[in-house]
């Protein structure tokens, strides 16, 4: 929920604008982690946050059975693909509308620090995911704080909103005690550094066969 000191944001991330060379990179760092920890092909996957071209996404949409994006805004083509459940407005509200169990594969990937309710989109993620599903999580932490403000606002490699949009940052021990609040048991949940200890990757698995 939005607040005067944290005002909701209007635009996608990639609204209006070309992605930058750092942009490039870590999108394609995420994505290669996803595939890693994922087998898309025949899964609904949900893209959460995913970005205004949701990269991700549009690079399985052949393999997977259909595929939610969610963000503020997103391209035309996507909206009319008849594999995809387009939904455009904030997160987590925006969720409300799905079915519980709905997903196999969920992807939040450089998002948790731009929403005011982390934890309720965390518990939003596990609402959703059907069992056996997993959901793959990527935040960045302390140390690529620093790193991405000397991007932004010194180097200007990366645009100065998306940094100033940004809430809180995330070191394992700071995600997985909030992964545990969601549901997801302590068993099923691998917390790690990732791009350099610049992030955190998180995957998360639910009991039961994959579908």
């Given at each position: 929920?939005?607040?005067?000191?944290?005002?909701?944001?209007?635009?996608?991330?990639?609204?209006?604008?070309?992605?930058?060379?750092?942009?490039?990179?870590?999108?394609?760092?995420?994505?290669?982690?996803?595939?890693?920890?994922?087998?898309?092909?025949?899964?609904?996957?949900?893209?959460?946050?995913?970005?205004?071209?949701?990269?991700?996404?549009?690079?399985?949409?052949?393999?997977?059975?259909?595929?939610?994006?969610?963000?503020?805004?997103?391209?035309?083509?996507?909206?009319?693909?008849?594999?995809?459940?387009?939904?455009?407005?904030?997160?987590?509200?925006?969720?409300?509308?799905?079915?519980?169990?709905?997903?196999?594969?969920?992807?939040?990937?450089?998002?948790?620090?731009?929403?005011?309710?982390?934890?309720?989109?965390?518990?939003?993620?596990?609402?959703?995911?059907?069992?056996?599903?997993?959901?793959?999580?990527?935040?960045?932490?302390?140390?690529?704080?620093?790193?991405?403000?000397?991007?932004a606002f010194r180097l200007g490699l990366?645009?100065?909103?998306?940094?100033?949009?940004?809430?809180?940052?995330?070191?394992?021990?700071?995600?997985?005690?909030?992964?545990?609040?969601?549901?997801?048991?302590?068993?099923?949940?691998?917390?790690?550094?990732?791009?350099?200890?610049?992030?955190?990757?998180?995957?998360?698995?639910?009991?039961?066969?994959?579908?």
């Amino acid at each position: 929920m939005a607040s005067a000191r944290h005002p909701q944001r209007t635009r996608a991330y990639g609204q209006g604008r070309a992605p930058t060379a750092v942009d490039r990179l870590g999108v394609w760092l995420s994505g290669a982690a996803v595939r890693r920890h994922a087998d898309l092909r025949g899964k609904r996957l949900g893209d959460l946050g995913c970005g205004f071209e949701a990269t991700l996404a549009r690079g399985a949409l052949e393999v997977v059975d259909g595929a939610v994006l969610v963000d503020l805004a997103l391209a035309d083509d996507l909206k009319r693909d008849p594999r995809v459940r387009a939904i455009e407005g904030p997160l987590p509200e925006s969720l409300g509308s799905l079915e519980s169990d709905a997903l196999d594969v969920v992807a939040c990937l450089s998002v948790l620090e731009h929403v005011t309710e982390p934890q309720r989109l965390l518990d939003e993620i596990h609402r959703l995911l059907a069992p056996g599903g997993v959901a793959l999580i990527n935040v960045p932490t302390w140390l690529g704080k620093a790193f991405l403000e000397l991007s932004a606002f010194r180097l200007g490699l990366s645009p100065k909103e998306e940094m100033n949009d940004h809430k809180r940052y995330y070191d394992p021990r700071d995600l997985w005690p909030m992964l545990v609040d969601a549901g997801f048991r302590p068993s099923e949940i691998r917390c790690r550094r990732h791009k350099l200890g610049l992030n955190t990757f998180a995957v998360c698995r639910l009991p039961g066969a994959p579908r």
